[in-house]
């Protein structure tokens, strides 16, 4: 069977802004005298991917990684310095109109609701600029209506809701005229824990439901670890890692954490096997960490047996907030 063409690829794609700088001139300061010149940023720097359709990926990265950069050559609002793409088929900075009728966005600090209007006017409004036909509107907006529990507030003017039903609204308006490739860029930032849940379950649905591929850039690593199999990393411009959670966990989580509950009697002290760090103690329970190439749980569950009586045993696999940080710090740039 052939496989499908990805709806996003990328090659190269480059992006290096410009930007006016000023700097002493060489009597300045005697005359306070400022000369301009300018130096260039490299914002993107050769990311080069594919996107399946159906898939959810997820991409992360400190502020000014590039991120959003990316999105916005992907979508069409900038004209890439070098490299090449394809969205849907389409070159999104030379073909960005009919690329609009086949992509939703949704950016968590911006609405492409109208501020004045009531949440239902401003989903007509969009249904006109998007030419939805009335019929398949109606279809949309019932299954909406139903998955993100809009009826409490659809007449209410957009100023007057709430972050997180604003962000409802702005999904709705998103995905209205049914595209096949939804961005999404901070959708529950400022959100709090029950809307935050709400987003995610919308996406899991038109994804499951409508086969729609998302691309989501977050600073929230629970949106990752709910939604995504596949993760794509990136800092100051350039592709750190592009895989699944796993393989990320297994590559770059290098420890684990074995958690063992021992038969407290008082008489021997508690020694940890050679080579694991103990992290804490509590009582009778210990969390000891230790290199996963190095040891084996069973092998250090086995050398502590012999010499305590253990009531219960853990493993705690490594945090991704943790690994992610690490990728950061070490400045890893080899993909596998």
Known sequence: MKASAPIVHARGLTKIFTVAQRREGALGALRGLVARGHREVRAVDGISLDIAPGEIVGCIGPNGAGKSTTIKMLTGILVPTAGEATVAGLVPWR????????????????????????????????????????????TNLAEMRQVLD???????????????????????????????????????????????????????????ERGVTALLTTHDLADIEHLCRRLIVIDHGRLLYDGGIDELRHRYG??????????????????PPAKVELIKADGPRHWMRFDRESHSASDLIATIASRHAIRDVAIEEPDIEEIVRRIYREGVVALP
Do not use: C
């Not at 968590?108 to 209007?117: F, I, N």
């Not at 249904?127 to 019929?135: L, S, T």
């Open 95 to 138: 073909q960005r109109r009919q690329l609009a009728r086949r992509i939703g966005v949704v950016f968590g600090q911006r609405t492409q609701l109208w501020w004045d209007l009531p949440l239902i006017e401003s989903l007509e409004l969009l249904r006109h600029v998007y030419r939805v036909p009335r019929e398949r509107f109606q």
């Open 150 to 208: 809009l009826d409490p507030f659809l007449d209410t003017p957009v100023r007057q809701l709430s972050l997180g039903q604003r962000m409802r609204g702005d999904l709705v308006a998103a995905v209205l005229h049914d595209p096949t490739l939804l961005y999404l860029d901070e959708p529950t930032i400022g959100l709090d824990v029950v809307a935050k849940a709400r987003v995610r379950e919308f996406l899991a649905h038109i994804n499951r």
């Open 254 to 271: 290098t420890h684990r954490t074995l958690v063992v509950d021992l038969e407290d009697d008082g008489t021997a002290p508690f020694v």
